[in-house]
């Protein structure tokens, strides 16, 4: 046990001792740190390497078939990429958190022997493949654990040799350090909030004395001690304990629609549709809830319903006869030892959260942000005003809340953040104007006719005409001469500024100074299903197009693929089109429906376009 | 007959012609497409139209941290892979990608959206639009959803140099976070954002309950909506609020933001509204005949944008715009119709009338905290007393507010603060 001094913080870590001290391998089982790791050297690494791919078909064996194929091998960037080594780096650096966090995935990328501009989809490797089977390995341990040594379980463990399996968790221990180093950021900033009473008891017990709180529940009540690993596994896992800081850059700012909720959903389905999870271990009666409190993480589990239940009911001081008033699904504790959960959603959901950690810890530790962060300073204010029980009952939902969340349907709450980096210097209103600079108004490029042509506002805003003198009104003929004349009159009014406006290039005119096989090859590569590749087109396009700027290529494929595109999906599914979503616009390109639909006319795809069938303009 | 009001068009040709990169739903080509809609209509025949200046990287100062404009500034697609401390740390990638002509960019539309509060603040117009502006979830040091440089925050700034109290409004379905973040403190301006909240939906902010804070407290104002929301329910519920903030706030100038991503069938919208609701809160808007700027922001489905950009050119133009588009070069984008209404699709209206009326009495609840405050506030900060007259005295008060509106707020003065008022005087000689 050399190494629990550097832990003593680290509630899941003990944990996991204390389960190892229990379970089968009584002695030398305590993580030997990174320096183990980094001593084991190549024969180590070696070892390791051998292990990784051992245990990562096994764990993809397991996961696929709950969580739909992951294919293997994994390519970036047209590249095979190694995943052990991709694991051991981001290892080193103190796992996905940190490097998240410190932005290193750049570094990893490059050591891997990748373009470093791929950093963004090594990083979604790892989220998607190793962050899930770390988990997974852990969780097998742990299992294992329980099982009392028994090595004759199904997860491809029995053939490792012991020390190799305990090199491999010194891996995962320095990961676990990690995020519980980040854990005491939380709980320092949580301090900071003045949450004396509530949150000290509860972040003080849970998360700084969980040694002694271990040894005891080991020593004095077994069974409550398994209980308490259990939570405790299952907080480990639990959306808002989980320091993973970086994550708030990756999920957090997300505007684009995504799965942002379909890692909550999952997370949610599971629990409802195992509440019997023969796993459960039992949990103790509602009526010693109370006296459970803040002693453990299940203990925290209870604050956290609390926190939810005091904020739907609005009544801050009855928190302990809502504590009892609510049922709380047994399976909500049991999260981490349930299996056949999809672990990428846990993943997803679970690191979401800390990102409030981040911008609250950030926030107070900025040292010249007299404001402190919002929590603080507002209910300081609060504070002034309001008795002070209140106070506490307040900070408490307050930061119960980030906990609780995740388990209800509600939405994330994220505070303003507060502080000179954000908020702008508004200057006291003197009643006197201040000086506005009059030079930079912006340079008039067309002006107002003078009030006789105003007269003629009838011309003004007419739509399409319903006739004209073409001899087929709304043939393709006659669409294109009305098109070409409301230009050609555009041009005159606007002389100039219609090239500066850059109304020369716009429309299908644009393909004019494209050629034929120009054309074609911009086509075939939009048409690729590769979706990086095209993705790695627009990053790299002069390698396609030498002599096109990429403003050209941008404007050929507004003005002219989408049109044509478009023109296309117009005859054929004329009532369900949406060329905006290029998602689904390549994705129908990509995937059987669409291929096949376009497949067809592909060759003559732009004859299609300009030939005479666009009779539907009406 | 009041279609004296001047307006002034912002665009600048370059502003469409960037590219975000594939995948990535904001298409600055809409902005094209909008303003080759609006000249298809022939509206430039009733509007003054300016190509802005690209603001200067201290202009773009004024709000954001030096580092972080510098940086935009520097950062190049090829450079980006040397920079990935800073990339991480400014929130660049992914959403809020590094592209050619980055700056470029940034610096045109937030250009226009200054040069029009410029305009307007010189009076040199009644109405200013710069539909390229309205990125409202940047942040004073990093980059958010979509958008680089707040523009909408500067050209606020810039409205604050003429006038006492800046009234923003924000009809993007997102929260206008960057604008009510950077004015949490102030209640020189009052936000007012009309967003869908919940389910996680970015940017995770904007619930009723914040409200600003310090001087600002009661002074950004929330309106939490759930999917769905329809124009009946949308345009009732943003009259009732937009009224009532109106004549609460007195502002000298308006900024509204009309994000497109609020109509049906967007692609990262959840909202119902048809481009006749959404018009129809710009309208609205314009009725206070208070000095007025209009910018884009969100809207990812790019004709629905010109569409809807173009209805609202024409609303503020006074200008019913008939409904079949005239023939032009992006006619096939509005396909099958080809028309500028686009029904609404048959989506469930998730907004009981249960909680849209308690979220609106909530609102007006915390309104009422304000018509109370300033008997407190106006003693501290006498400067905001005067504001009234002032401005009064610098605009046409013919055009400036309606006669009700105005014998409101001479009634409210009488009643509520003429003692204050009077002590106030007294203190100073």
New interface residues.
């Given amino acids: 046990m050399e190494e629990w001094p550097t832990f003593s913080n680290g509630s899941s870590l003990d944990c996991l001792g204390g389960v190892e001290t229990v379970g089968a391998f009584p002695g030398n089982v305590c993580c030997p740190g990174k320096d183990h790791v980094d001593n084991g050297a190549d024969h180590g690494k070696l070892k390791q390497k051998y292990l990784f791919y051992q245990l990562f078909p096994a764990y993809l064996k397991d996961s696929c078939s709950m969580d739909g194929v992951r294919p293997l091998p994994v390519l970036v960037d047209g590249q095979q990429l190694d995943l052990y080594k991709l694991f051991s780096l981001v290892k080193e650096r103190g796992g996905y958190a940190r490097v998240s966090k410190k932005g290193l995935w750049g570094s990893v990328t490059k050591e891997l022997g990748l373009n470093p501009v791929v950093c963004w989809s090594v990083k979604l490797v790892f989220d998607k493949y190793l962050n899930d089977f770390e988990r997974w390995l852990k969780k097998t341990f742990e299992e294992k654990n329980l099982k009392n040594g028994n090595h004759g379980c199904d997860w491809g463990l029995k053939l490792l040799p012991l020390d190799i399996e305990k090199e491999f968790r010194a891996l995962l221990c320095s990961n676990l350090k990690d995020k519980d180093d980040d854990r005491l950021v939380k709980s320092k900033s949580i301090k900071k909030k003045k949450n004396a009473d509530l949150v000290n008891h509860k972040n003080g017990n849970n998360l700084l004395d969980t040694n002694d709180q271990n040894n005891k529940s080991k020593d004095v009540q077994r069974i409550e001690g398994d209980n308490d690993e259990k939570s405790a596994n299952g907080i480990k896992g639990n959306p808002a304990t989980l320091g993973a800081e970086g994550a708030e850059k990756e999920f957090n700012p997300r505007k684009r629609k995504r799965d942002v909720l379909f890692g909550m959903l999952n997370w949610m389905k599971h629990i409802a549709k195992h509440p019997l999870d023969p796993l459960t271990q039992p949990i103790p009666k509602p009526s010693k809830w109370k006296e459970y409190n803040g002693q453990d993480f299940f203990g925290q589990f209870l604050r956290a319903r609390e926190a939810l239940s005091l904020r739907q009911h609005e009544e801050p001081n009855s928190g302990s006869s809502s504590l009892q008033k609510q049922k709380m699904h047994p399976a909500m504790y049991e999260d981490h030892v349930a299996f056949g959960r999809p672990a990428t959603g846990k993943l997803r959901c679970s690191e979401r959260l800390p990102s409030f950690v981040k911008s609250r810890s950030c926030s107070c530790c900025n040292p010249c942000s007299p404001n402190g962060n919002r929590l603080a300073g507002s209910h300081n204010m609060e504070a002034e005003k309001c008795p002070p029980e209140k106070t506490t009952e307040t900070l408490d939902v307050s930061t119960t809340k980030t906990i609780a969340e995740p388990s209800g349907d509600e939405s994330l709450e994220k505070q303003v953040s507060v502080g000179p980096r954000f908020q702008a210097e508004v200057p006291e209103w003197t009643g006197v104007v201040s000086e506005s600079d009059s030079k930079w108004l912006g340079t008039q490029v067309w002006t107002l006719k003078n009030d006789t042509e105003h007269a003629t506002e009838t011309d003004i805003g007419k739509g399409r005409q319903e006739k004209c003198s073409c001899e087929f009104h709304g043939s393709v003929e006659c669409v294109r001469l009305h098109i070409a004349e409301n230009r050609m009159k555009l041009k005159l009014e606007l002389g100039s500024e219609f090239y500066r406006w850059g109304f020369d290039r716009m429309g299908e005119e644009v393909s004019l100074q494209w050629t034929t096989e120009e054309e074609k090859r911009f086509k075939d590569i939009m048409k690729s299903n590769i979706p990086s590749k095209n993705k790695y087109f627009w990053n790299n396009p002069s390698k396609y197009f030498p002599k096109k700027t990429r403003r050209n290529l941008v404007s050929y494929y507004f003005n002219v693929f989408l049109i044509q595109l478009r023109t296309y999906q117009n005859r054929v599914s004329p009532k369900s089109v949406d060329s905006d979503d290029d998602e689904v616009e390549f994705g129908s390109f990509s995937d059987g429906f669409g291929m096949e639909a376009v497949k067809g006319p592909d060759d003559d795809f732009l004859e299609c376009s300009l030939n005479k069938q666009c009779t539907d303009f009406e | 007959m009041r279609s004296k009001d001047r307006i002034?068009y912002?665009?600048d040709?370059?502003v469409?012609?960037?590219?975000f990169?594939?995948?990535h739903?904001m298409?600055p080509?809409r902005l094209?497409m909008t303003?080759?809609l609006v000249?298809?209509?022939?509206?430039?025949?009733?509007?003054?139209?300016?190509?802005?200046?690209k603001a200067y990287p201290v202009e773009l100062a004024q709000?954001h941290?030096a580092d972080y404009v510098e940086f935009l500034n520097r950062i190049t697609?090829d450079t980006?892979?040397l920079f990935?401390?800073e990339?991480?740390?400014y929130?660049l990638?992914?959403?809020c990608p590094v592209f050619?002509n980055l700056f470029e960019f940034c610096q045109i539309y937030a250009?226009?959206t200054?040069?029009?509060a410029?305009?307007l603040?010189?009076q040199?117009c009644d109405i200013a639009i710069n539909w390229a502006g309205g990125l409202h979830?940047a942040?004073?040091?990093e980059a958010?959803?979509?958008c680089y440089i707040n523009d909408l925050?500067l050209g606020i700034?810039?409205l604050?140099?003429?006038h006492?109290?800046v009234l923003y409004i924000d009809i993007d379905v997102?929260h206008g976070?960057g604008v009510?973040?950077?004015?949490?403190?102030?209640d020189?301006?009052m936000t007012v954002s009309f967003h869908k909240?919940?389910?996680?939906?970015?940017?995770?902010?904007g619930?009723a309950k914040?409200i600003g804070?310090r001087e600002g407290k009661f002074y950004a104002i929330n309106v939490p909506l759930k999917d769905g929301i329809d124009d009946s329910s949308f345009t009732r519920l943003f009259k009732t609020i937009i009224s009532k903030v109106v004549e609460t706030y007195q502002p000298g100038a308006i900024v509204l933001q009309c994000g497109a991503d609020s109509l049906a069938g967007d692609?990262?919208g959840c909202f119902n509204l048809s481009i006749d609701g959404h018009a129809e809160c710009v309208s609205f808007v314009k009725r206070f005949n208070l000095p007025l700027l209009v910018t884009g922001g969100g809207g990812?489905?790019?004709?629905n944008v010109a569409r809807c950009w173009t209805v609202e050119t024409?609303v503020l133009l006074d200008?019913?715009?008939?409904?079949?588009?005239?023939?032009?070069?992006?006619?096939?984008?509005f396909?099958?119709e080809?028309s500028l209404k686009v029904p609404n699709g048959p989506i469930e209206n998730l907004n009981s009338k249960s909680y849209l009326s308690t979220i609106k009495m909530q609102v007006l609840e915390n309104l009422r905290c304000i018509q109370h405050a300033p008997s407190v506030q106006m003693q501290e900060?006498p400067?905001?007393f005067?504001?009234p007259e002032?401005d009064e005295d610098?605009q046409n008060p013919d055009e400036r507010i309606d006669q009700h509106t105005q014998d409101k707020h001479i009634q409210r003065d009488d009643e509520y603060y003429d003692g204050d008022n009077d002590n106030d005087q007294m203190n100073i000689s």
């Fill in positions: 002034a912002f665009y040709g370059d469409g012609s960037v590219y990169g594939a995948k739903p298409k080509h094209c303003h080759h000249l298809s209509y022939d509206l430039h025949k009733k509007m003054e139209i300016y190509r802005p200046h709000f941290s697609p980006q892979h990935l401390n990339l991480t740390k929130n990638g992914e959403d050619d250009g226009g200054i040069d029009a410029r305009r603040n010189n040199l979830h942040k004073k040091c958010s959803g979509f925050v700034l810039e604050l140099k003429y006492a109290r997102h976070d009510e973040e950077a004015f949490y403190f102030t020189r301006v909240y919940g389910d996680s939906f970015f940017p995770g902010t619930d914040e804070e692609r990262l990812y489905t790019k004709e024409g200008t019913e715009l008939p409904n079949e588009i005239p023939q032009n070069d992006y006619i096939k984008y396909a099958p080809f900060v400067p905001d005067y504001i002032f610098e």
